[in-house]
């Protein structure tokens, strides 16, 4: 049986989604003057850097980007980020990754940022699946999915154009 490969955002639809994700970002911040868009590397960065490009545009907000490194296959392995704690202690953040799928990705990031404390912590992602093993949710999500246990959600934001799509 060959794999079908489902559009389920097309590159003008994600354009459309991170734009309106920086909206809401903005929304919820619109009070402070610094913000950390902090992405899960790979995919995750892709996203908080167009999200952090759009909210630039947008708002006056001074965003600081940073890269969140977390070993996916051990989760419970030390993470790293680009940008040391201090830098962002009593900053407002927000967490991003691509796809919420069973929420251990997201789980452990908001693990390792709640070691220092936040003024405020928020979590964004393109597309949020509703197979979560772990309680977390998206403060922010591009859409919505329900999707059986054995599709995958691809999201391509390396080279344009983006998309998105299930298999």
């Known amino acids: 049986m060959a794999l079908t490969k489902n559009t389920i955002l097309s590159h003008k639809e994600i354009e459309h989604k991170?734009?309106?994700?920086?909206?809401?970002?903005?929304?919820s911040n619109v009070d402070e003057t610094e913000l950390i868009i902090a992405g899960i590397d790979s995919n995750g960065y892709l996203l908080a850097k167009k999200i952090k490009a759009n909210l630039d545009k947008i708002s006056?907000?001074?965003?600081?980007?940073?890269?969140?490194?977390i070993n996916k296959p051990e989760p419970t392995a030390p993470i790293k980020t680009s940008i040391p704690a201090e830098d962002y202690t009593n900053k407002s953040l927000v967490l991003v990754d691509d796809v919420l799928n069973s929420g251990s990705t997201l789980?452990?990031?908001i693990k390792h940022f709640l070691d220092v404390p936040l003024k405020q912590f928020k979590t964004a992602v393109l597309?949020?699946?509703?197979?979560?093993?772990?309680?977390v949710k998206a403060d922010f999500k591009g859409i919505s999915l329900s999707t059986s246990l054995y599709e995958h959600v691809h999201v391509n934001l390396s080279k344009q154009p983006y998309e998105a799509y299930l298999d």
């Open 107 to 109: 789980i452990y990031g």
């Open 127 to 135: 597309v949020n699946r509703n197979h979560k093993k772990y309680p």
């Open 60 to 69: 006056n907000i001074e965003s600081t980007l940073c890269k969140v490194n």
């Open 18 to 27: 991170i734009k309106r994700i920086a909206y809401q970002i903005y929304e």
